[in-house]
Structures are given as structure tokens and as C-alpha cells.
């Protein structure tokens, strides 16, 4: 399987640049991840039973789903991350190219839309100064 991940001429020195970098910081959200969905179960475990002791108390309660809601939500944000990141990587080394490639092909889609919306600006403003011509007509005529 490997080998049809990797390019047969072996890896260049920007992709194991980018799996030096990328894979700690995929491993290190996945610690944070389960971290702090363990952290969030221990919390619900303590507070659960303060909670149906001073149960006639609602924002202890709002609070507490609030805040174990919170919990997994960022837990799972954490393992989203880390996923997305061991994805890119997979995904950067199946295509095999360099950063400049990628940089490139970036800075001509940003160049296509820059123009484009200059078109669309001056499209905007003949449009406006056509109505402005047509309401002053309009007003000189009534």
C-alpha cells in the first residue's frame, strides 16, 4: 500500500519537510483531542452527582450542559484537526508536487479573481452612474 502512496523516485525534501512538520502537529491534536475528552467525562462524573444534590438549582444545570457540551464539541474539533492534517499529508504525497507548484497555481487563481472582481466593480458603477444619468432626466423633466 505504501508504495502506491509514495513516488517510486523516492520522496523530495519538501514532502518529508512536510511530514516532519505535519505529523507532530496531527499527533499533538489527537493528544489534545483525547485529553479533553477525558477531561470532559471526569468532569461530568464529579459534577453529576452535585448536580442532583442542588438539582432546585437551574443555572448549575445550564451550566453544566453547557460546558460538557462544550467539552466534546472541542473535543471532537481537535480530532477533526488532527484528521484533516494526517489527510493533507496523504493527499500531498500522492500527488507529488512541490510547494512552488501549488504556490503558483495559488497565486493565478487569486490574480483570475482579482480581476474578475475589478470587472464586476466597473460593471457596478456604469450601472449606477446609468441610473443617477436617468433620475436626474427624470426629475428635470417632471
Given at each position: 500500500m505504501m508504495k502506491s502512496i509514495l513516488p517510486q523516485k523516492g520522496p523530495t525534501a519538501t514532502q518529508i519537510l512536510a511530514i516532519v512538520t505535519l505529523l507532530p502537529v496531527g499527533?499533538?491534536?489527537?493528544?489534545?483531542?483525547?485529553?479533553t475528552l477525558i477531561c470532559t467525562l471526569i468532569g461530568l462524573a464529579v459534577v453529576i452527582p452535585v448536580f442532583l444534590l442542588f438539582s432546585?438549582?437551574?443555572?448549575?444545570?445550564?451550566?453544566?450542559v453547557g460546558l460538557a457540551v462544550a467539552g466534546?464539541?472541542?473535543s471532537g474539533a481537535f480530532g477533526v484537526t488532527g484528521l484533516s492534517s494526517f489527510s493533507w499529508?496523504?493527499?500531498?504525497l500522492k500527488q507529488g508536487k512541490s510547494v512552488p507548484e501549488n504556490l503558483d497555481a495559488?497565486?493565478?487563481?487569486?490574480?483570475?479573481?482579482?480581476?474578475?472582481?475589478?470587472q464586476?466593480?466597473?460593471?457596478?458603477?456604469?450601472?449606477?452612474?446609468?441610473?443617477?444619468?436617468?433620475?436626474?432626466?427624470?426629475?428635470?423633466?417632471?
Open positions: 499527533g499533538t491534536l489527537f493528544c489534545l483531542a483525547g485529553i432546585p438549582v437551574l443555572v448549575p444545570a445550564i451550566l453544566t466534546f464539541l472541542t499529508i496523504l493527499n500531498y495559488a497565486k493565478r487563481r487569486m490574480a483570475d479573481a482579482a480581476s474578475h472582481l475589478g464586476k466593480t466597473k460593471d457596478v458603477r456604469q450601472t449606477i452612474q446609468s441610473k443617477a444619468q436617468e433620475g436626474k432626466e427624470g426629475a428635470r423633466t417632471t
